[in-house]
């Protein structure tokens, strides 16, 4: 059974931070290209977000990311 919501399969939850040197304008960019959704600053530094897995990679030039794991229940 796929426990993705119907309406978006391939988004997933994701951390991203911010290579040093990087733009807040160059970093807005990408994610607004990446179609980056909820974003949410943790710390300075760190925001979390949720995108297309397909597009993580779009962001590597400009980011770190890293996909936020799915707690099982127990």
């Keep these: 059974m796929n426990s993705r919501s119907p ?3 391939d988004t997933v939850a994701v951390y991203i ?3 040093p040197g990087i733009s807040e304008e160059r970093l807005q960019s990408a994610m ?3 179609k980056v959704t909820d974003v949410n600053s943790l ?3 760190m925001l ?3 995108m297309p ?3 993580i990679g779009a962001l590597k030039s400009v980011a ?3 996909v ?3 707690k099982s229940p127990r």
Aim: hydrophobic share 40%; charged share 25%.
């Design 17 to 19: 931070e911010p290579l």
């Design 48 to 50: 979390s977000a949720r």
């Design 43 to 45: 710390v300075p530094g």
């Design 32 to 34: 607004k290209a990446a």
């Design 53 to 55: 897995a397909a597009n």
């Design 68 to 70: 936020m794991q799915r």
């Design 7 to 9: 309406s978006d399969p």
């Design 64 to 66: 770190g990311v890293e």
